[in-house]
């Protein structure tokens, strides 16, 4: 079965700042990845998935990640932070062959220092 | 719709009723999912549709929980007897395809339920 891990459950920034949220993922077949965001009081929304294509998969709103195999990673980054970034976010995992689940991390809250 | 609606938005009912929750997913998806998100944690796989079929339902923890989606759209999870275990938030997504691993999934804003 795969798994995600999610390290730092509380992360702050200043706003412009580097963001990086890290996870590392468990699979005992090639990964598909995925990153969503949740505002308050909002559903979870993807930022960008992994799908065995380029490695460096660009999202929404400015943010990245880079599958690494070698680490077993997939980290999200944001060059500069901006207030509207503040959120929780999840890293997920699932794997190939027909229907199969998705499994979520615990989450990361992203706080932004003004 | 324009995205996943999810009824009530906030549940709260005495241990021992029943409550049904409702999910109106995004027009035309052919696939639906129920999660459930306890506080810290993030969402744990509770049941899956495709069109009115329920292609797996191995995360519903016990047979108190049971969910249909009869006409292949709108879908209840019914919780019986409920215990103060059971609240949580219970997420709603839905996707156009049928479940692949590569599927984005559309989620809803959620049900809080609280259980006294």
């Known amino acids: 079965a795969q798994s995600v891990t999610q390290l730092g459950s509380h992360v702050s920034v200043s706003e412009g700042a580097l963001v990086l949220l890290r996870c590392n993922y468990s699979?005992?077949?090639?990964?598909?990845l995925f990153w969503y965001v949740q505002y308050p009081n909002q559903g979870l929304q993807l930022l960008l998935k992994?799908?065995?294509?380029?490695?460096l998969v660009k999202g929404i709103n400015g943010f990245e990640a880079e599958f690494k195999k070698s680490e077993t990673s997939f980290h999200l980054t944001k060059p500069s932070a901006h207030m509207s970034d503040a959120a929780e976010y999840f890293c997920?995992?699932?794997?190939?062959?027909?229907?199969?689940?998705?499994?979520f991390g615990t989450g990361t809250k992203l706080q932004v220092i003004p | 719709g324009a995205g996943v609606s999810q009824s009530p938005r906030y549940k709260v009912t005495k241990r021992g009723q029943d409550v049904a929750l409702r999910c109106d997913p995004i027009?035309?998806?052919?696939?639906l999912y129920w999660y459930r998100q306890a506080l810290g944690q993030g969402p744990e796989f509770l049941t899956y549709f495709n069109y009115e079929a329920q292609q797996d339902k191995s995360g519903l923890p016990n047979d108190r929980f049971s969910a249909e989606r009869p006409e292949g759209s709108i879908s209840t999870l019914t919780i019986q007897r409920t215990e103060q275990r059971d609240s949580a938030m219970y997420r709603c997504a839905s996707s156009p395809a049928g479940g692949l691993g590569t599927d984005t999934q559309y989620f809803g804003p959620g049900t809080r339920l609280t259980v006294l």
């Open positions: 699979s005992s077949v090639p990964p598909y």
């Open positions: 027009s035309g998806h052919v696939s």
């Open positions: 992994y799908t065995s294509a380029a490695t």
């Open positions: 997920a995992v699932s794997v190939s062959g027909g229907y199969q689940k998705v499994t």
